[in-house]
């Protein structure tokens, strides 16, 4: 039996094969004699250094070409070799003065009270051991294929050094799921799990689960027919729906689904290929307003919708408005000590009452939607009469751009179907330019239960009957109507309620990306 | 002739000013004559926005606000040019992806 090893998961997959154990190498290196022939030895290795990654950089694109950049950067600043070569000068030999003087950067990173810039010592102790080889003329190797590589934490560059086109995994003792390497291994599908803390010593074999951080060290015969079941099993699934990722949703029956994605800040972009999305459903401007921070200028909150909205390259993006209050809070904003602050001062209503923010909000939006499709949506409406005056306002704040001479466009204004006084009589709203369906206030307010109160989670089920009727009956009257209907509820992230959306005549569903390919190859089955 | 140039910017950049931005500041900050400095404080302490390894020591996040200076005969458009980039983002969405 092999022995069972948690961590945390860093890139998802399923992977066993032979481990590879990085440590450091003991570099044997003699001093040449004099300060100067020292401090040139140095400048040598570390113009090998960039050399070197300048060669590697060539190989790559995207992220990893960004990672290299940052380390050629941080080698070509002499702010960097400045302290090794004074401790030269005062006859110190190289490899000690640059070894002692990265450690003191290195400890700078490591001090940091944010992952971030933690993850970023990783970067520097792979720029000190590069420059440490090239003094002591070592040359890189490069890794064989098809093996688990295992360390305290891994370099940047030793994974992109590896030739993965035999597969592989990763598997540290330390590490972090924010480093460069994790980011690597996601894109490159690699698994990679980091935070083992030990693995036993003179292990040959490791089995290593992505998904759920579980490593199995040395595993037995009937354990590794079990995990190569497994993983071949779980490669057939992702082949599968990924052969549906950049095709559009399309049931049996050839109907057509929309299939839009959900996000929260413009990070989240970088990672998805814009072709495999009918649009962005759901755009929480949220992530401007940090609890904390001082309030985004219009400038500020422009130019970040205007970049979604060039993400999108014509395809619809539908942003809501600032939906605080709840269990969102933001000092300055939202009311303090409220009873109960779901059923208070959150959503429209808050934004109504503090029409400043509300105003600049709406301004900046006007303004990005002349750069693609973008659509104003209005969260937590309840009476007609909050969607009227939302529209008032943003006509105001669109005749006083153009009386200003901004270039600005009047979006079309839509609602959120979370409150069941709306969902019962969705007739009262045919105002809306469109509905999108939010399933999970929706589904809290009906069946009167918190999905954070794990004592009454199993109540908080959005496939509850008088849920499913109500988003029937909102689909349906949208129908008639001619007013689009959506659902951007986590609901339409679970491939098991697939049909019942579909079958209440939904059409256009809201995602989070990851889920993308296994919803449409869901679909296809329907 | 040399001239003086002070501003500043909150920085919006999701992580604050990490590895990628750092790399686009720098390079921009390298272009101009002038000296050029940025600081997390209005009264410093003040670090050579040319040099990667002091920008990335700096460690700002968002939402903090940076301070830019810079003195010779390009300045104001130093600042200028640094404000700029960190308002837009450091053109993180659109290029690229």
Known sequence: MGTSHQGTGASDGLF???????GRTALKRQPTGSAESEAAALAEAIALSVGELAALMARVDGEAQDILGFQVAILEDDAL????????AAGTPAHEAWGAALAGEIAGYEASDDDYFRARAADLRDIRDRVLRNLAGYTTTQHRTGAVLAGEDIAPTVFLETDWSAGGAVALTRGSTTSHVAMLARARGIPMVVGLGALPAHC?????????GHVLADPDDAQRRDFAAAAAAEAQTRAREEHFRLRPAQRRSGARIDILINVAGVDELDHIDHAACDGIGLMRSEFLFRDGAPLPDEETQYRAYRRFVEWAQGRPVTIRTLDIGGDKPVRGLTPDGEANPFLGLRGVR????REDVFRTQLRALARAAVHGNLKIMLPMVTVPDELARGATLLDACVTELEAQGVACHRPPLGIM?????????????SEAAFFSIGSNDLTQYVTASSRDDARVAALNDPAHPAVTALIARVARFGREAG??????GDMAS?????ATLLEAGLTSLSVAPARIARLKAAIAEL | MSETAEGSVVITHDVGLHARPSVKLTKLAKGFTSSLEIAGAAEGPWIDAKSIVKVMALKAKQHSTLFVRAAGVDAEAAVAAVVDLVRRDFDEAGDGH
Do not use: M, N, Q
């Not at chain 1, 066993?16 to 990085?22: C, D």
């Not at chain 1, 070799?81 to 030269?88: R, V």
């Not at chain 1, 808050?350 to 009452?353: C, E, I, S, V």
């Open chain 1, 494 to 498: 679970e491939p098991k309620h697939l």
């Open chain 1, 81 to 88: 070799s400045a302290p090794a070569l004074a401790a030269i």
């Open chain 1, 417 to 429: 179907v979370e409150v069941p006084a709306v969902a019962v009589v969705p007739e009262l709203f």
């Open chain 1, 350 to 353: 808050l934004t109504l009452a």
């Open chain 1, 204 to 212: 040959t074999t490791l089995a290593v689960d992505g998904g759920s």
């Open chain 1, 483 to 488: 007013i689009p209907v959506s659902l951007c």
């Open chain 1, 16 to 22: 066993l094969g032979p481990l590879r154990w990085l």
